[in-house]
């Protein structure tokens, strides 16, 4: 049984491995010392000449599986060293993801949404940071005059900006928050609802994590390795051409531009605490001693209503499904279904179309570079690897239109799991052909 499985792995190793750069460099021997001819049939013929320039070597299958007589069933020799420089970074900066606490499941569904979708991510990441900067406009145009008028915009935009957060819902965020104060059942003095403004703003602030710091170091361990791929002075002779490799990294390179994105934005520690902070707030202004729920338009918690929910155990059954509702209902900062934002008559509002624009780019160059440069490595042209890179360059184009026909579906629930399992299918297969690209997968004669 041993001797079978030995010999049927022996001939799928001389099937679909061969040791290509051995082969190459004994083909241009061979051509040097004139015991091959350059016009021999194992070269590929071009309908003008046979393509047997050393610098780009180009054989026919059969001309290769009469010539490379070496099998390399173990891939690449340093096929490790590759996994543990290339690869391990790129995982590292894919932990740096910043994600919300939605539960260890959800956080992997959206480590998918990242990898299968970057654009509709980076979409939705900008798409957040631009209703924060509506939201300081809209309060810096409302605020009165006066020494502390910018502080005291930013503690608007910071309470407006946490309605946002709560309800999902940018447009009633204002009125909620005019509403609240309006109220004032407290009998507050306007000094008083000022400063309580201003200390909330400060907790919800405070109230944010950030990981930009550790981020940029992973990235900069990122950038040091291929730089030293680059220059032999710094990370030593390369056992093979860095072409595929450095390809390889270029095609990943939009991960830089989500994971600083994405912990840029950063987000609460949890969606329990914002909401609590804004109870808070709430109660204080309104004069309610009791710890009860009464944050208003809260979806699942108090429904649409500003009334306060009757029975204790009615009250537990909404808070519980509002936050296991969290990955679909605005928790995911890098997934946002609807991405229509209130204009703040701001001449500094960046269009929807604009932001969309803006995530295209940072792929669409890794994509590009990825393309050149593994065209460019010898052997010079198409082939597999550049096969691979247009096949996965063009569904991670495709994705966010994709993403955009599910998201109609009524339902957010059913949506994100849908968006997330088309996201799987593309991010799980494409994580397997770059790890298998990087360990020599594509040394066969049909990759030549």
């Known amino acids: ?5 030995s010999l049927l792995l022996a001939l799928v190793a001389g099937t679909l491995a ?12 061979r051509l040097a010392n004139n015991s091959l001819s350059s016009n021999d049939s194992i070269f590929f013929w071009n309908g003008t000449q046979h393509m047997s320039n050393p610098d780009n070597l180009q054989l026919t299958i059969a001309g290769c599986k009469s010539t490379c007589h070496y099998p390399n069933f173990d891939l690449y020799d340093d096929m490790w060293p590759r996994l543990l420089t290339w690869l391990f970074p790129v995982l590292l900066m894919i932990g740096n993801l910043h994600l919300p606490k939605v539960g260890h499941f959800n956080r ?9 979708d970057p654009i509709d991510s980076m979409w939705s990441l900008l798409t957040k940071g631009e209703v924060w900067n509506r939201f300081y406009h809209i309060a810096l145009r409302h605020t009165p005059a006066g020494p502390d008028k910018d502080v005291m915009a930013r503690a608007f935009a910071a309470l407006m900006s946490a309605f946002d957060e709560l309800t999902d819902d940018m447009g ?3 009125a909620d928050l005019e509403a609240t104060i309006a109220e004032n059942a407290a009998q507050l003095s306007k000094e008083d609802l000022d400063y309580i403004l201003k200390e909330t703003a400060e907790e919800l602030i405070d109230s944010r994590s950030n990981e930009v710091l550790r981020s940029g170091l992973v990235i900069i361990n990122y950038l040091w390795t291929v730089v030293a791929s ?3 002075s710094i990370g030593g002779e390369q056992s093979s051409k860095p072409g595929g490799r450095i390809g390889t990294a270029m ?5 830089v531009t989500a994971v600083m994105l994405s912990n840029t934005l950063s987000g609460f520690s949890s969606r329990r605490t914002c909401l609590r902070v804004m109870e808070r707030y709430c109660r204080t202004v309104k004069g309610r001693k009791r710890d009860v729920h009464v944050f208003p338009n809260t979806p699942h918690l108090v429904s649409k209503s500003r009334s306060v929910l009757g029975r204790l155990g009615q009250r537990k059954s909404r808070l519980e499904d509002y936050f296991k509702s969290q990955p679909w209902n605005g928790s995911v900062y890098s997934y946002r279904k609807n991405k229509h934002i209130v204009p703040s008559g701001h001449v500094a509002d960046k269009s929807p179309l604009y932001l969309f624009l803006l995530s295209i780019a940072p792929l669409f160059l890794a994509i590009t570079g990825a393309f050149i440069i593994i065209y460019e490595t010898p052997n010079v042209g198409l082939g597999c690897r550049t096969l691979w890179v247009m096949i996965l360059g063009g569904l991670l184009l495709v994705s966010p239109f994709l993403t955009f026909a599910i998201t109609r579906i009524r339902g957010r629930k059913v949506a994100w799991y849908l968006v997330v399992l088309k996201d799987s299918c ?3 297969p494409m994580l397997l052909i770059v790890i298998l690209s990087s360990m020599g997968i594509f040394n066969t004669c049909w990759c030549w």
Not at 1 to 5: A, C, E, I, S, Y
């Open 1 to 5: 049984m041993l001797t079978k499985t």
């Open 18 to 29: 061969v040791d290509l750069e051995t082969c190459n460099n004994d083909v241009k021997s």
């Open 108 to 116: 992997i569904l959206v480590i998918l949404h990242f990898l299968g």
């Open 172 to 174: 009633s965020a204002r």
């Open 230 to 232: 680059l220059v032999p």
């Open 251 to 255: 095609f990943l390179s939009w991960i």
């Open 426 to 428: 593309i991010a799980i």
